[in-house]
């Protein structure tokens, strides 16, 4: 039996995870927010937390660098998921991709004549499906972060962004002008992993499973 790796990202994702983890016996053994170490030990036997930037999770994992993972269904979606089971909706980091626009911009009309819309984001590959699907022409300009500045700027008609609590878009007065879809993390987990390792992987997953399953503070 060797040692199996989940990569996880530091921010909420992990914050989330922790009530998950301690009802798998796998706290971490030192206080991972505290800590600058990027491998951390936990309480159960042979499993380790690697911390990484929440977009390389699916990467580490497709490449087996980590048999598990716990990823927002936004960076899986982007990802494309090649080589990555998803077996868990861990229901945490919940939240919901959106498409906003300044609250004078009729994005139902410019959407029903056809115009060519600019939209801004971080997610090109969730925004080019979603537009296609709608059969709408969009010109996709890829942002790494602060999303919400471009429409204030002129640079784009609308935004595909997260959205929790609203707080950043009001801040920024931008509207919600459509749902994209629900996200929220998964598990995810390495398929040649599964193949060659089913023993030590199958209990670990039962156990996300089943601490998912009782339910996280809303
Ligand atoms: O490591 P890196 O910097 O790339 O990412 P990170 O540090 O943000 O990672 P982490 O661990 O915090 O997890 C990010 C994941 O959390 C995302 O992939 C989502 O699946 C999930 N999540 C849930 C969110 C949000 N809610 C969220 N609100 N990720 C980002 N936001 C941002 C959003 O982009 C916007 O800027 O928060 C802002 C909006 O929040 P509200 O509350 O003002 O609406
Ligand atoms: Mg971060």
Redesign the pocket.
């Known amino acids: 039996m060797g040692t199996i790796s989940i990569a996880l990202?530091?921010?909420?994702?992990?914050e989330e995870t922790l009530p998950l983890l301690a009802r798998i016996g796998a706290s971490p053994k030192e206080d991972p927010q505290g800590s600058r170490k990027l491998i951390l030990g936990t309480e159960r036997r042979g499993l380790r937390l690697i911390v990484v930037?929440?977009?390389d999770v699916p990467t580490y994992v497709g490449h087996g660098a980590a048999e598990l993972g716990i990823?927002?269904?936004?960076?899986l979606a982007e990802h494309g998921g090649a080589g990555l089971y998803q077996p868990v909706d861990l229901g945490i980091?919940?939240?919901r991709m959106m498409v906003a626009a300044r609250p004078n911009y009729d994005y139902a009309a410019a959407v029903r004549q056809g115009a060519r819309l600019r939209i801004a984001t971080k997610y090109v590959q969730i925004a080019r499906e979603h537009f296609a699907a709608k059969g709408v022409h969009v010109d996709l300009i890829k942002l790494y972060g602060s999303?919400e500045l471009a429409p204030l700027l002129g640079l784009a008609d609308a935004i595909v962004?997260?959205?929790?609590?609203?707080?950043?878009?009001r801040a920024n007065k931008l509207v919600p002008v459509e749902a994209i879809m629900p996200?929220s993390?998964r598990l995810i987990v390495n398929q040649a992993a599964l193949k060659t390792r089913r023993a030590e992987l199958q209990p670990l997953i039962d156990a996300f499973q089943k601490a998912a399953r009782q339910g996280t503070p809303a």
């Open positions: 990202s530091k921010g909420r994702i992990l930037r929440a977009s990823a927002g269904g936004d960076v980091a919940r939240c999303m962004d997260l959205v929790s609590s609203g707080k950043t878009l996200v993390a």
